[in-house]
């Protein structure tokens, strides 16, 4: 009786076993919408890195490169089934809303990692809500806001609108080539890089707990002892730029100078106009 329990927990085991072990299925997508009409993209994603660059041509393409295990491709289905893309009105929504996860990836039945690369005019706003994976864009000058979880971010753009961009678990990179307007960097766990044009007018809030701050530009530094935290204005202070970080460097550069360390401001010395203090009295001699 004893050998025929354990023949059935082996047998059972051994389903379980084979229950968890799915195919892997790998996907190439590609899709194109007319250009003209379409002023935001929005793009929700769980697993996978999104890349968008500007684009002169009459359309927006979109290459997909999709790995998927236990999901096989569905044919009939738009996208193959793996993700929507919507057009409505003026926006275009790509990617998938509501499948995050929860448990250790060994009981996953549905683990569908994405690359986006999409290219789209110039002047589109971008809205990107991801989880794990990389964020970069390229020539995107609309207004742009960025959020993820576990990856890096990289932006580059003319300048010409705000941008918001936030992490827990990675770097932050942006470079404003023209112009700044404005922008929101923050992260947990990563450096903070921010590139602004020489002639860029801003009032710059940096913070920070663990980690160096660097900056090219002749600040005018207001620091704050005991939370890190520097906060100053340069060409007259006219748009925000608001730097926060945890574990992780702060570089601010003007695109060419070498980085000079911001550190806490020193007590002020007194002025050689300023009145001296008494000289302590001669202590007197008893007889």
């Not at 005991?226 to 601010?252: F, M």
Request: hydrophobic content about 35%; glycine content about 8%.
């Amino acid at each position: 009786m004893r050998m025929m329990a354990v023949d059935r927990a082996s047998t059972r085991n051994a389903a379980i076993r084979s229950s968890l072990v799915w195919e892997e299925y790998e996907d190439h997508i590609e899709r194109q919408w007319p250009a003209s009409g379409v002023h935001r993209l929005s793009i929700r994603e769980v697993d996978g890195s999104v890349q968008v660059e500007a684009s002169q041509s009459s359309e927006i393409s979109l290459t997909a490169h999709v790995v998927a295990r236990g999901i096989a491709p569905n044919k009939k289905a738009p996208n193959d089934g793996y993700f929507d893309s919507d057009l409505d009105g003026d926006t275009l929504s790509i990617g998938r809303r509501s499948e995050v996860h929860i448990g250790l990836p060994i009981f996953r039945r549905n683990d569908v990692n994405i690359e986006y690369v999409l290219k789209v005019p110039a002047t589109v706003a971008l809205t990107v809500h991801t989880v794990n994976g990389r964020v970069a864009s390229r020539g995107i000058d609309g207004e742009t806001q960025v959020m993820t979880v576990n990856g890096p971010i990289d932006i580059e753009s003319a300048g010409t609108s705000e941008l918001e961009a936030h992490t827990v678990n990675g770097g932050v990179t942006a470079r404003f080539l023209k112009t700044f307007q404005g922008a929101s960097l923050k992260t947990v766990n990563g450096r903070v890089e921010a590139t602004l044009p020489p002639s860029a007018s801003f009032a710059c809030d940096l913070s920070q707990v663990n980690g160096d701050f660097e900056a090219t530009f002749p600040l005018n530094i207001h620091s704050h002892p005991g939370n890190r935290r520097v906060s100053g204005e340069v060409n007259g202070g006219k748009y925000e730029l608001r730097i926060v970080t945890v574990n992780g460097d702060i570089h601010l550069d003007n695109g060419g100078s070498p980085a000079i360390p911001v550190a806490p401001s020193a007590p002020v010395a007194p002025s050689a106009s300023a009145p001296k203090p008494p000289a302590p009295a001669a202590p007197s001699q008893t007889p």
